[in-house]
């Protein structure tokens, strides 16, 4: 579920909105019939995709240099090779030039973003050596780790090795860093998320450290060290909001009421139900309850809890089923909670839009 969160927000923050809806219908191969819907179900499944891929790699080669130019520009190129023909395109906007930007590689060519001028393309190679001595993880020790992973991301974003992607690289790489660390528990709150609801700070914040040294008494390098400082203090803030947010988000008592609000509200049409689902019995509420509280639950003592006769319990079991609200897990044959997207946003509000449908 947060995978399919961080690609929704990542590509908000670009401007690209796509709801979790239409992402899991992408990944059901599902795709909108009006391409332009499609490219961005597309460009969303691409971003899940490629995280998978990240993490399965984080696991299985412990010991990546996940600063080093490799790492990087191999996010950079599962992403792109992922992605539609017309999101391979980006369009100059001083001279309105079309480039096809090439998956994987470091830009050939100088680029302005906004008021900032990126190193030239000729010193990217030296940029890059320069980020990973100066931020790969292992480097770091302690605390200093988390302020290393707020200032590699702007120091990254501000070298903008990639024509294009700049932005979801360094997001994917957060990501990255944050699993490296480790930071306990992280998987289970979004950067991404956090970073997208202050949208305009977090971009005034990247503005701020990209200034240049003011005077001597603002850092020894070519930027402003005080723009840096209070760029690291927004990301670390950002990243304490969404864990408070998850973490009330996730107490039982609330998350219980939510999910038997939603039955309530399901099984009196006071919300339309998914096409072809019938309304939902208020026991489903109960049924609910018993296998979030515990884990793990056999069918029987599901019934049982519901109150409901056998075959009527069994009847609506596979009711839930059907809406992915319970799975089978075999071969013990017992139960567990779903989270289907059309629920999603009952369950945990903000975190999912709520989808009215």
Same mark, same amino acid.
């Given at each position: 579920m947060l995978r399919i969160i961080n690609s929704y927000y990542s590509n908000l923050i670009e401007g690209h909105n796509t709801h979790p809806h239409d992402i899991v219908r992408a990944m059901q191969q599902q795709y909108d019939?009006?391409?332009? /819907?499609?490219?961005?179900? #597309?460009?969303?499944? @691409?971003?899940?995709? $490629?995280?998978?891929l990240m993490e399965e790699r984080l696991h299985e080669e !412990?010991?990546?240099?996940?600063?080093?130019?490799?790492?990087? &520009?191999? +996010?950079?190129?599962?992403?792109f090779k992922l992605l539609p023909e017309e999101f391979q395109v980006m369009t100059i906007p001083d001279t309105g030039r079309e480039i096809r930007v090439m998956p994987g590689e470091l830009r050939t060519q100088p680029v302005k973003v906004g008021q900032h001028l990126p190193p030239g393309n000729n010193s990217l190679e030296a940029?890059?050596?320069?980020?990973?001595?100066?931020?790969?993880?292992?480097?770091?020790?302690?605390?200093?780790? #988390?302020?290393?992973?707020?200032? @590699?991301h702007h120091r990254l974003m501000w070298i903008h090795p990639f024509l294009d992607g700049n932005g979801r690289v360094a997001r994917l790489f957060t990501e990255a860093y944050l699993h490296r660390i480790p930071v306990h528990g992280f998987g289970l709150w979004s950067v991404s998320r956090g970073l997208a609801r202050r949208n305009t700070d977090y971009k005034a914040a990247l503005t701020r450290a990209d200034a240049p040294r003011r005077n001597e008494l603002d850092g020894r390098g070519n930027l402003s060290n005080e723009g840096l400082v209070k760029? &690291?203090?927004?990301? #670390?803030? $950002? &990243? +304490?909001?969404?864990?408070?947010?998850?973490?009330?988000?996730?107490?039982?008592?609330?998350?219980?009421?939510?999910?038997?609000?939603y039955v309530h509200l399901r099984g009196t049409a006071m919300i339309p139900n998914p096409p072809g689902m019938e309304s939902l019995r208020p026991e489903a509420g109960r049924m609910l309850q018993e296998v979030l509280l515990r884990g793990e639950a056999p069918r029987g003592s599901v019934i049982e809890e519901s109150? #409901?006769?056998? /075959?009527?319990?069994r009847n609506l079991l596979a009711q839930l089923g059907a809406r992915g609200c319970?799975?089978?897990?075999? !071969?013990k044959g017992e139960v567990r909670i779903g989270f289907p997207i059309h629920a999603a946003g009952w369950f945990f509000p903000e975190l999912y839009p709520v989808l009215s449908r």
């Open positions: 019939a009006e391409p332009a /819907r499609r490219n961005l179900q #597309l460009e969303s499944v @691409a971003h899940i995709s $490629v995280q998978r !412990p010991t990546v240099n996940i600063a080093g130019q490799e790492f990087l &520009c191999s +996010l950079h190129r599962e992403f940029f890059m050596v320069r980020f990973d001595e100066s931020y790969t993880p292992e480097k770091h020790h302690g605390a200093v780790k #988390l302020v290393a992973a707020a200032a @590699a760029f &690291c203090r927004f990301f #670390l803030e $950002v &990243c +304490l909001d969404q864990v408070e947010y998850m973490n009330t988000l996730l107490q039982l008592d609330g998350l219980v009421e939510r999910i038997r609000n109150g #409901l006769k056998e /075959r009527t319990g319970l799975f089978p897990t075999p !071969p």
